[in-house]
Structures are given as C-alpha cells and as structure tokens.
C-alpha cells in the first residue's frame, strides 16, 4: 500500500533562512512519481515539481531543490532564504505508475510553513 | 491559474439536503478526480473519471455520486449532507498518460449547518 509521511507539521522560521521539509514515502511499486505542492492561504493547491523514481538527480529551480534518496525513501523539499510570500502548507504525494496512467494521488498530511519577517 | 475551473468557490447548507459541485478540465485533459480536504481526514482521493468512464473509487460514500460529461466537464454530487460532509473538495485533471501530472482547480468549499 502507497504512504506520505510528513512528519513535521508545523514549522516556522525567520525571513532568510533556510528551511527543509521532510517526506517520506512508502510504494512496493519500482516505478512511481513523487510530488509537492503548495497551498498558500487562499486555498488552491499549486503544482511545484514531479519526480520519477527512476530520476535521483537533485533539482534545483530559483530558491527551491529537491533531494530525492531512494534508499531512504525520501523526497525533502529546501526553500533557500525563505520569503514571507514562501508561508504556506506544502504537500508531498506519491502516484504509482501504471500503463493505463498512473494511480491517484496519495498525500502526506502537510506541512506548514510560517515564515516570519 | 491552472486551467481547472470549479463553480460554486463556496458553498453553505444545512443538514439533509443535497448539493452539485462542478468543474471544467484543463483543455486536452481527458480525466478528472475528485479530492476532499478536511481537517481530521486530510486530502482524500474521491473518484476519478476518464473521458467519461468511472477508472477509479478512493474513499467515496455512498451518499455521494459523480460523472463526466460528453464536453468532459465533471458533476460531484453529495446528498443527504451531514455536518462531517463540510469540507474543501478539490477537482483535479490531468491527460492521464505514465508521466502526468494532475493540475487542481481552486476548489469548492462547502459547509453544511
């Protein structure tokens, strides 16, 4: 059975630092798609990166990265030098591949994340 | 914007009635799911439709229903609400091939009194 765990619920940190979120997965599947997203305090749930399990390169986009360690069952999440505007609950999701397309979304509980100025 | 609309933003009614949530897929997009977001339970996978077929039941009731259209939009019914029913429910789509990606729309909140 497929499984998101974030464990940490809340965290909160000061304007320009850095801050990582964890998640961790659980699929008996060998090929699968991990997943974060963001949903900012107005609501919507914004798409922010798309993993294959078979890509364990690092990725890096502006002051996001991405580090994603299979033998740990991993998939953090960094914000370098957080921004107000970077306050929000993110979410990390797992989808099992199949060749008629791929399962559902299973999500983790979420973090959120506060950031303070 | 992520191309997913959903109509009504908000939604408020009582107990014991029924209500009818829509949503409009990205263009191209030929499947549509149904998430719920409530405090105790998380995001939950409802039920998802592919160019109009039934592909998949999550934790879907029984008191609740959906469809996809021929122009490929998707109805989410709930009935006989109950106050646990007041939730944020999330349509998603997506093109539905190995590498998708499953764009959502801002979401319908309903809260039921």
């Known amino acids: 059975a497929q499984k998101v765990t974030q464990a940490q619920t809340e965290i909160s940190v000061v304007e320009k630092e850095d801050v990582t979120l964890d998640c961790v997965y659980e699929?008996?599947?060998?090929?699968?798609?991990l997943f974060w997203y963001k949903q900012p305090p107005s609501g919507e749930l914004v798409f922010l990166i798309r993993?294959?399990?078979?890509?364990?390169q690092n990725e890096i986009s502006g002051r996001y990265s991405w580090n994603f360690q299979k033998s740990t069952s991993s998939f953090n999440f960094t914000i370098t030098a957080s921004q107000v505007v970077d306050s929000a609950v993110y979410f990390c999701?797992?989808?099992?591949?199949?060749?008629?397309?791929?399962?559902?979304?299973?999500f983790g509980k979420g973090t959120r994340l506060s950031v303070i100025a | 914007d992520s191309g997913v609309t959903q109509t009504p933003k908000h939604l408020i009614t009582a107990t014991g009635q029924r209500v009818t949530l829509r949503c409009s897929p990205r263009?191209?997009?030929?499947?549509v799911y149904w998430y719920q977001q409530s405090l105790d339970q998380g995001l939950q996978f409802l039920i998802q439709?592919?160019?109009?077929?039934?592909?998949a039941k999550g934790n879907i009731l029984e008191r609740f229903s959906a469809q996809q259209f021929p122009d490929l939009h998707s109805e989410l019914n709930l009935s006989s609400l109950e106050l646990g029913d007041s939730a944020l429910y999330f349509c998603?789509?997506?093109?539905?091939?190995?590498?998708?990606?499953?764009?959502f729309g801002p979401g319908t909140r309903l809260t039921v009194l």
């Open positions: 263009s191209g997009d030929l499947s």
């Open positions: 699929t008996r599947d060998t090929t699968y798609y």
């Open positions: 998603a789509s997506s093109v539905l091939s190995r590498t998708d990606t499953q764009y």
């Open positions: 439709y592919y160019n109009g077929e039934e592909r």
């Open positions: 999701a797992l989808s099992e591949a199949r060749n008629s397309g791929n399962t559902p979304l299973v």
């Open positions: 993993r294959n399990s078979f890509d364990e």
